[in-house]
């Protein structure tokens, strides 16, 4: 993500806001959302006022805040677990005019070991993900309205647990849509 101090930038899933903490440093100010109690409280513990969180589902966030943001991103969160066809357009409603959406994933078929996997494993469980290669994210981006869709492989390091990892970035066009009305869209 290319965004300078003062930028407001949003991670939708953000756990115990590590990846937050690290934009914090930089001068960012750093928003995130989860819809996992222990995580947020996590994060509010561990990082304090340095990251602002909120417990919620990304959805219900989106749909509530005033906020616009320059950046929104989601590493193995929320547009996994949430109908693209209805969070893409959520996303892009709350970025400002030349805000960048990225998003990191694992590729279809590919594996993700860890910790909770072998308890998930260990109970029936049953999770609906959304998966996409790069190509049919691309196209769910340019649908919704986002341009410049790009994406990269970037292979773990040696030993770890997953295959590798699909980023993918785009962002909404420079100057807002007109609505029905003819006005624009804020760009505060």
């Known amino acids: 993500m290319e965004v300078g101090r003062g930028a407001a930038v949003l991670e939708l899933g953000c756990g115990k806001g590590d990846r937050l903490a690290a934009l914090a440093a930089l001068g960012v100010r750093p928003v995130g959302v989860d819809i ?12 304090g006022s340095t990251i602002e969180v909120h417990q919620a589902d990304a959805l219900h966030f989106l749909s509530h805040t005033s906020d616009y943001y320059d950046a929104v991103y989601s590493a193995f969160g929320a547009h996994w677990f949430t109908d693209p066809d209805v969070l893409l357009p959520a996303i892009r409603e709350r970025l400002r005019p030349g805000g960048t959406l990225v998003l990191a994933h694992v590729p279809p078929g590919d594996r993700i070991e860890s910790d909770e996997a072998a308890v998930v494993r260990s109970t029936l469980a049953m999770v609906l993900r959304w998966e996409g290669e790069a190509h049919q994210w691309a196209s769910l981006l340019r649908h919704h309205g986002f341009v410049a869709p790009s994406a990269c492989a970037i292979l773990p390091p040696h030993g770890a647990r997953t295959e590798r990892t699909v980023v993918l970035r785009s962002r909404v066009p420079a100057r807002p849509p007109r609505t029905a009305q003819g006005t624009t869209t804020p760009a505060t």
């Open 36 to 47: 996992s109690a222990v995580q947020v409280a996590a994060a509010a513990t561990r990082w």
